[in-house]
C-alpha cells in the first residue's frame, strides 16, 4: 500500500498563497488517482480537487500538481480566502474503474485571516 503524509499548512492572510505538499511512499504515486480534501470544523470532509477536477469553490484560485520524480503531488492555493480554513487531506486512490479513496494521509491545517 501507499503511505501519504501533508505538509506545508500554516497561517496566511486572506488574498495570499500557500502550496501543500503530498509525499507519497511505499508505492509510486504515479499509479493512483491522487486528491485533495478538506474539512473545517463542524462541517462534514469535502473534496477539493485532483489535477484535473475542481471543485467549484476554488477553481480559478487553487492548482493541483504532480513531481513523479519526488513521488509528490502539490496543491497550490491562491487567493485564499477564511473560509478555505480546514484541516486539508491528500488521498489516492487505484485507477481502476470504481475505485474509492482508500489511502489517506493525516492532515494539515490551513488557516486564512481576515
Known amino acids: 500500500q501507499v503511505q501519504l503524509v501533508e505538509s506545508g499548512g500554516g497561517f496566511v492572510q486572506a488574498g495570499g498563497s500557500l502550496r501543500l505538499s503530498c509525499a507519497a511512499s511505499?508505492?509510486?504515486?504515479?499509479?493512483?488517482?491522487a486528491g485533495w480534501f478538506r474539512q473545517a470544523p463542524g462541517k462534514e470532509r469535502e473534496f477539493v480537487a485532483t489535477?484535473?477536477y475542481y471543485a467549484e469553490s476554488v477553481k480559478g484560485r487553487f492548482t493541483v500538481s504532480r513531481d513523479n520524480a519526488k513521488n509528490t503531488v502539490y496543491l497550490q492555493m491562491n487567493s485564499l480566502k477564511p473560509e478555505d480554513t480546514a484541516v486539508y487531506y491528500c488521498?489516492?486512490?487505484?485507477?481502476?474503474?470504481?475505485?474509492?479513496?482508500?489511502?489517506w494521509g493525516q492532515g494539515t491545517q490551513v488557516t486564512v485571516s481576515s
Open positions: 488521498a489516492a486512490k487505484e485507477r481502476g474503474v470504481g475505485s474509492d479513496y482508500k489511502y
Open positions: 511505499g508505492r509510486t504515486l504515479s499509479r493512483y488517482i
Open positions: 489535477i484535473t
